[in-house]
């Protein structure tokens, strides 16, 4: 597909914009399908993250205006599940540079963690596999947060701990475990 016309291009980031997040509900492979569009019509990262940070951000609206209330259940979780499937999508692709972003700062602050902490085990499920990605991005967030995915082994159901143990064993490879602060003689034993 060209994207040499600017108004063929508006107008298919536009329709992608509106598609994502109804994908992201639907379908990993229809979602990843979208994001590799959206890469295509913004080769440059920091825009392709600033674009999809806003179309996660028009997706959580929905828990936005209910913040204070009873959540809505089943829609909520959705809600939460479609920002972390988004997000999820977007640090798989993520190059190494941006661990310092400020969009995907904020997007950790404003999904990942709380759904790492959210009462749903299927949104905590979305929240570990995204914080897992965020931490292979440098070292410094792996050192930061290795005491969260430590405390999902400890508290968490079965296959949360199988979502940290293999975040925790990816970062160990990535940067090595005595860089984690993780002793061998702990890893052998």
């Given at each position: ?95 190494k540079r941006t661990h310092e972003d400020p969009i995907l700062g904020g997007l950790l602050k ?56 293999k975040a925790l064993f990816d970062m160990a490879v990535a940067f090595g475990s005595t860089s ?10």
């Amino acid at each position: 597909m060209d994207f040499g016309d600017e108004i063929g291009r508006t107008n298919m980031s536009s329709l992608l914009r509106e598609m994502l997040p109804v994908a992201a509900k639907a379908s990993d492979e229809l979602s990843a399908a979208i994001l590799s569009v959206l890469r295509n019509i913004y080769p440059n990262e920091d825009e392709l993250n600033g674009v999809v940070s806003e179309v996660i951000a028009d997706a959580r609206e929905p828990l936005e205006e209910t913040c204070g209330k009873v959540a809505e259940g089943e829609a909520e979780v959705q809600v939460w599940r479609c920002c972390c499937t988004i997000t999820k999508l977007l640090l798989q692709a993520a190059s190494k540079r941006t661990h310092e972003d400020p969009i995907l700062g904020g997007l950790l602050k404003s999904v990942v963690l709380p759904a790492v902490t959210h009462v749903n085990p299927a949104v905590r499920e979305g929240g570990v596999s995204c914080l897992g990605l965020f931490c292979l991005l440098h070292l410094k967030p792996a050192q930061d947060y290795l005491f969260l995915f430590v405390r999902v082994l400890q508290h968490d159901t079965s296959p949360l701990k199988m979502l940290a143990l293999k975040a925790l064993f990816d970062m160990a490879v990535a940067f090595g475990s005595t860089s984690l602060g993780i002793p061998d003689a702990v890893l052998r034993s």
